[in-house]
């Protein structure tokens, strides 16, 4: 089927769904997933690369506008330690069972493993979308449960690097392998607060005097992908690269404007609803 | 090359060669052909899928939101009358040398009238890029050098049907065969006007009471993806399709906020910088 017309069904589909979900008074991401489900197993190939990077995009700019504008970072810092406890029980339990699960049914330990990570993992993206439209992501449980699913992503690598290497070398990885893992994560932040800190205030004075149209809407929308990407490169998910390159820019005056930040939230929540047709 | 990376490549070349030739007194659309001559020989592969679907929404939406925003619908079709000579001009010269340039090489009849209709078109996206960066898109030569890049795309249309037709058939198109295409032109234009005259308006009431966040601006979004769809299917350029479909939708109250402008205008600008990698 045309790309064009693929996109549009979704977008159509995603936005019709939601708004009847939102009228029953929950929250619209349900209709939206519905409505990637339902197009996933009549029409759309959710297989297709454009359409991959497509919704790819939309989970790095969901995750960059609740950095960029909506979440305070101090709150989230705080909330990380209340926040240990509950996302530990939120990885155990489901592993739990779904290493259970495998036992159940006479599976080997290795792919007992495999289920119990497979069910471990929450979708940063679809709880942050849950937060937003129930509109509890500014409020102190909104911060909290973000801090969570954050730590709920990063122990998901971490579970995911361990099982490969069991898999892959019959051992658990030694605690030099386990360093390099946490390593590469503090060596990320250390980069990313660095740019924030020095790097962004002084890029931004340029950008702030640029003659060319929507400079600094460009170059907001660059570091957005810019951290999304060095968050690959430090084998990090995307969206908290792309969560913490907006978290960076939040405090620079010049890179915080209205007129900007409501050009990156319409691009958030107009491409997001793609996002769906992939899980 | 990681995607992520090449879009970002791309988007920071086509600013700073953009903004390094505007001061330098010059449209600043020149730099970032400059910026996709560079990237398209050196890095990036233009043939990538991605990158080619994002370049040609870029066009799309430039087109769509000359059509939705920043043109008076009246001035073009006055200026209609004006733009005819010069266009008519404009494609007959270049295609006399390219065809006599072929002549000249000695090359047979066909290949000359290969090279003459590969030398008449100009791009639509670059005429109406560098009237926007020069300022002039919304003066009265403005209107009317819109006009010509209509009338000069749908010509282009035309001549390249008929040397298909010559080179698969050995004949010039039968009457019957060039009023099909020029009818195809012309019920996609009915069923345009008839959409925005009866069928949008409607359709944006509704809209505008929708819950759902973003509603107004996805719905835009939506309409301008499937005017460019529906040209395609009607063998028109997409592009064409869009600024139809935004001039559609300016007319209408509802869909004309200038906030939801404001964010297809960034998505315009922002996305447009891809499509210069392909040219």
């Known amino acids: 089927m045309n790309i064009l017309l693929q996109l549009l069904l ?3 589909l995603a936005k019709i769904f939601a708004e009847i979900i939102e009228r ?3 929250p619209g991401i349900l209709g939206e997933m519905a409505a990637g489900i339902f197009l996933g197993m009549l ?3 959710p297989d297709d690369d454009i359409l991959s990077f497509f919704s790819m995009l939309g989970a790095i700019f969901l995750l ?5 504008k909506e979440i305070n970072l101090q ?6 330690k209340i926040a240990l406890i509950p996302t530990l029980c939120s990885v155990i339990v489901p592993f739990s069972f779904g290493f259970l699960l495998g036992k159940a049914f006479n599976l080997e330990f290795i792919e007992c493993l495999f289920i119990g990570v497979a069910f471990s993992p929450t979708s940063i993206g679809v709880s942050v979308r ?3 439209d129930l509109d509890y992501l500014s409020k102190k449980i909104g911060s909290t449960m973000l801090s969570s699913a954050i730590l709920d992503d990063i122990i998901g690598i971490f579970m995911f690097s361990v099982l490969i290497s069991i898999a892959t070398y019959h051992h658990i990885p030694t605690s030099m392998q386990l360093m390099i893992i946490g390593g590469k994560f503090v060596i990320f932040l250390i980069i990313m607060i660095i740019l924030g800190w020095k790097v962004f205030p002084v890029l931004f004075t340029y950008i702030h005097k640029m003659q060319v149209k929507e400079s600094i809407f460009a170059f907001v929308f660059m570091i957005a992908i810019f951290s999304a990407y060095l968050a690959e490169v430090f084998s990090l998910h995307a969206v908290i690269g792309a969560f913490i390159g907006g978290a960076c820019l939040s405090s620079i005056p010049f890179a915080k404007i209205e007129d900007v930040q409501n050009k990156v939230s319409g691009i958030s929540y107009g491409i997001y609803n793609n996002e769906q047709c992939d899980k």
Do not use: C, D, P, R
């Open 75 to 80: 709150e989230v810092k705080a909330s990380i």
């Open 64 to 68: 960059f506008i609740v950095g960029y």
């Open 130 to 132: 849950t937060l937003i």
């Open 10 to 12: 979704i977008l159509f």
């Open 43 to 45: 029409w759309i190939n």
């Open 24 to 26: 029953a008074g929950f």
